[in-house]
């Protein structure tokens, strides 16, 4: 039904708010109408307001009871997430299979000390497979390769189990030499024969290793062995036939005595050579070693000699032509030959001490098996040269007795030197001999740089899954995950769950909270069946009113009801009619005059309620259709009045936007004591606002059911703009 709106004119006199002609009925006449009234009355709006609003949670200390209430609120979103949570766990941990570890331990070991020979020759050639570094051999048995060999060593279907997992890993004890080797698979068995399979097959690599690099030394030692036997059998063959030739000749004391002393020079001079031919075979069979290491390696292919190496031989070898001068006249321990022994010695220390210099400025390795190996060859190497200088002087004395003896029968020459070059070969072999059966007896050897320490034992109980472990993590992370979710949600809700929330969110104080009545006809205090709670709950809000009435004139204070009070929600579902029906009804009661107005003109509801008519109503009495006196109906209540909102209309705010309705309004105002204004929801239209700048005071109900806080501070701000005095809230249907 749309109603017309008088044209009149009128203005009061004893009013300033007048309005526009309401016959202008546009959105922005209207607005600014509204601005127009709440421009008269903001100056005194902030004096007026009695009661305090509360200042807004500042979040400074924890509201221990907000969240136990947000928890409490949320209770089955957190029971369901946690049950859930803990169901997964439960499920995939049964899901899972169980994986068995096994450990074996093994101990790095030196081939000198696996060794069953000790002699010195034997430790030099067996020093290229020193143990490497405890790294170096765990990146070894973690490689594929040696995993993979691992897996053939164990029974086809060990190795089917072993394929649907396993998992290898060497880890080094702390302060020791010993490495633990770690299995898993899902087979306890499997999981011991890995960790053994793999300790087995490091040490079987690792002792082939080792024959092989001792089996090149002893194929070198063979060759030179066969040589010298060779040259020894020619020597002694020569001597027999020569002796069958010449025949055996006595020569007299003094052709002994030189013969006996080219002997000694030639038979020093044969060991020399042997010693040299020794020690050319372990550098030959040292770089050998050092040639079949990795190419990232540097080895020595030759010695440099220094200048000042030269006359350090050539003044050994001076020393060496005069001790045999000075044995002449000397005997051997004498303190002259002391003396030229010690000057021999000091310069072959000087020599030795000179070729390691230079070796060891060359060595950038710091792999300890090819510096031990560059090291003996430097020191063999100087050895050599010291031989060397030796037999050079042993060779200018030789030629000087030859030059005295060679007046001698060269048969007697001939006898001795064959001789002599039998006892050279002889000595040559027997220390080849050595070396190489040294050499066959290490072969056949273990030469393995590790032993087993404790053999992997299959486990009687898995390392996982962890149930125990399992089933506290689920509880764990499914109460984190419920009360952060419940949290989150509460966080997200724009609802408002209790009094204390809407007035912080809304920063009005709450006069009232109406209890919740499941049935409809006890939410009334018309009849006798209402709730004795629902009567105190606005008997409390009766008073609240009162206190936030009360004025002070020429020093006495006064207690009283506002003159009019305009009742309203933010929407619809607030329950604001019968708040102002019970409202209206308890302060008749107490024996003030009230008269009730439905000012929802769009949804009149006062009068299904009252089951009074709705043809005698506020919209009539706007429309002129009807006076106010006859519009204003009794209830059954004494001192309650009402006027109902009469037919429904769509242009409510055009009818309330006219000075007809002020004056309605006003003459409403001066026939009761007090008079409450029933308001349509204010987010619904600008009806609301424009009876707010009639209405002294206001008040917002806020249900339970249907509270947003948004909404609510929108509401809020509407109405504070029309500066009404908004008194507080009223939770309606609170719940206990």
């Known amino acids: 039904m749309m109603l017309n709106a008088p ?204 024959r092989a690099q001792v089996q090149a030394a002893t194929r070198e030692t063979a060759q030179q062995l066969a040589a010298a036997k060779q040259r020894l059998d020619e020597a002694s063959n020569a001597l027999k036939n020569y002796k069958l030739a010449n025949g055996t000749v006595d020569i007299d004391v003094e052709t002994k005595a030189r013969l006996g002393q080219i002997d000694r020079i030639e038979i020093s001079l044969r060991d020399l050579q042997s010693q040299r031919a020794a020690n050319v075979a372990e550098i030959q069979a040292l770089k050998q070693q050092i040639a079949a290491m990795p190419q990232v390696q540097v080895i020595p292919e030759r010695i440099v000699r220094r200048p000042a190496l030269e006359s350090l031989q050539n003044q050994l070898t001076q020393l060496e032509l005069q001790r045999i001068a000075t044995l002449r006249r000397y005997r051997e321990g004498s303190p002259e030959i002391r003396a030229i022994d010690a000057q021999r010695k000091d310069i ?48 200018n004395s030789a030629g000087q007795a030859r030059q005295q003896q060679a007046l001698l029968p060269e048969r007697e020459y001939r006898l001795n030197q064959l001789k002599t070059e039998q006892a050279v070969l002889q000595q040559t072999y027997r220390i080849l001999n050595e070396k190489y059966q040294a050499l066959l007896v290490s072969e056949g050897a273990k030469l393995t740089t590790a032993r087993p320490l404790a053999p992997a034992e299959a486990p009687s109980s898995p390392i996982r899954p962890r149930r125990t472990l399992n089933l506290i993590m689920s ?51 018309l009849g006798d069946t209402s709730d004795s709670s629902l009567l105190e709950s606005f008997r409390s809000l009766r008073a609240n009113l009162m206190l936030a009435g009360t004025s002070i004139h020429n020093g006495t204070e006064t207690v009283a009801l506002p003159s009019s009070l305009l009742i309203t929600g933010s929407r619809e579902g607030q329950e604001t009619s019968l708040c102002a029906l019970n409202l209206a009804i308890v302060t008749a009661q107490s024996g003030t005059p009230v008269v009730l107005v439905d000012c929802d003109l769009r949804h009149p509801v006062l009068h299904a309620l009252l089951n009074l008519k709705s043809e005698r109503g506020l919209t009539n009495v706007l429309s002129g259709s009807v006076g106010l006196e006859e519009a204003l109906q009794e209830t059954g209540v004494a001192g309650l009045r009402v006027l109902t909102g009469g037919l429904a209309v769509d242009n409510a705010a055009q009818l309330l936007d006219s000075n007809t309705a002020r004056q309605v309004l006003q003459n409403i105002a001066a026939r009761a004591e007090f008079v409450i204004f029933l308001g349509a929801p204010v987010l619904s239209g600008a009806d609301t606002q424009i009876v707010a700048t009639i209405s002294e005071t206001a008040l917002l109900v806020v249900s339970s059911e249907a509270a947003q806080g948004s909404e609510m501070a929108q509401a809020r701000d509407s109405l504070e703009r029309t500066g009404v005095r908004l008194l507080g809230l009223v939770w309606n249907n609170a719940k206990a």
Not at 49 to 66: I, Q, T, Y
Not at 133 to 161: C, F, W
């Open 475 to 525: 509880v764990l992370l499914g109460g984190v995950l419920a009360v952060a979710l419940a949290l989150l949600f509460d966080h997200i809700d724009d609802h408002l769950h209790s009094a204390d929330e809407a007035q912080k969110v809304v920063q009005l104080p709450v006069l009232a909270q109406v209890p919740w009545i499941a049935s409809a006809s006890g939410r009334s205090l």
């Open 348 to 395: 072959q220390n000087r020599l030795q001490t000179m070729a390691q210099t230079q070796v060891s400025s060359w060595v950038r390795s710091v792999n300890p098996v090819r510096q031990g190996l560059t090291q003996q060859i430097a020191s063999t190497q100087s050895q050599v040269w010291a031989i060397d200088a030796r037999a050079r002087a042993l060779q």
């Open 7 to 210: 044209a009149t004119n009128d203005n009061s006199a004893n009013d300033n708010r007048a309005l526009p002609d309401s016959t202008s009925s546009n959105g922005a006449t209207e607005n600014s109408t509204l601005e127009n009234r709440a421009a008269s009355r903001n100056s005194g709006a902030t004096a007026r307001r009695d009661v305090p609003s509360p200042s807004p949670h500042s979040g400074d200390f924890l509201d221990v009871g907000g969240l136990l209430s947000a928890l409490w609120r949320r209770r089955r979103l957190m029971l369901t997430t946690f049950v859930l949570v803990l169901l997964g766990g439960v499920l995939l941990t049964a899901r899972q299979r169980s994986v068995y570890e096994a450990t074996c331990s093994i101990l790095i070991t030196s081939p000198a000390e696996t060794s069953p020979t000790s002699t010195d020759s034997l430790r030099g050639l067996l020093s290229g497979t020193q143990p490497r570094s405890v790294g170096t051999q765990l990146a070894i048995m973690r490689s594929y390769p040696m995993q993979r060999a691992t897996l053939k060593r164990l029974a086809p279907d060990e190795q089917k189990i072993a394929k649907s997992y396993y998992k290898l890993d060497v880890r080094p004890q702390r302060d020791s030499d010993a490495i633990d080797i770690v299995a898993e698979s899902y087979d306890p068995q499997v999981a011991a024969r890995l960790a053994n399979a793999l300790s087995l097959e490091y040490m079987a690599q690792y002792q082939q290793q080792n």
